[in-house]
């Protein structure tokens, strides 16, 4: 008895020494280059993201038979580099508001018929 007194008496004060020690942390230095990586791979996939989180999309690939949750893991596992021009792409494709540039054109090709008189457009209003 005397014993195991002794045993956990000794076990308890080296637990308590160790209490007081700090704790050993593990620190690395991370580099610029690395950081502008990781801070263009959450750029890219806020872009993705923002992107496939539309209804119209979400239809279309249920309409192909993909389910959301395979989209996500699918855009997750991707390289940087695949993000990067994944991102890239969808930033150069129109928006669907180019409605304005058309209605512009129309009128500037219209104006120009007018002009060299093939058109009549602008006569036949009193």
């Known amino acids: 008895m005397i014993l195991f007194r002794r045993c956990v008496a ?3 004060c080296v637990a308590m020494l160790n ?3 700090p704790l050993v942390a593990q620190a690395g230095i991370i580099g610029t280059l690395q950081a502008v990586e990781s801070h263009n ?3 890219d996939l806020a872009t993705i993201n923002s992107a496939l989180a539309r209804e119209q999309v979400r239809a279309q690939f249920a309409a192909l038979g993909v389910a959301p949750a395979q989209i996500e893991t699918r855009v997750a596992a991707m390289t940087d580099t ?3 021009s994944l991102a890239g792409q969808m930033q150069e494709l129109p928006a669907g508001s180019d409605a304005l540039a058309v209605i512009g054109i ?3 090709v219209l104006l120009i ?3 060299v008189g093939v058109l009549d457009i602008f006569k036949s209003f009193p």
Do not use: N
Request: glycine share 6%; proline share 0%.
């Open 10 to 12: 000794s076990i308890l």
């Open 19 to 21: 209490l007081g020690s």
């Open 41 to 43: 791979r959450a750029a």
């Open 82 to 84: 695949e993000l990067r």
């Open 106 to 108: 129309v009128f500037l």
């Open 113 to 115: 018929l007018e002009a």
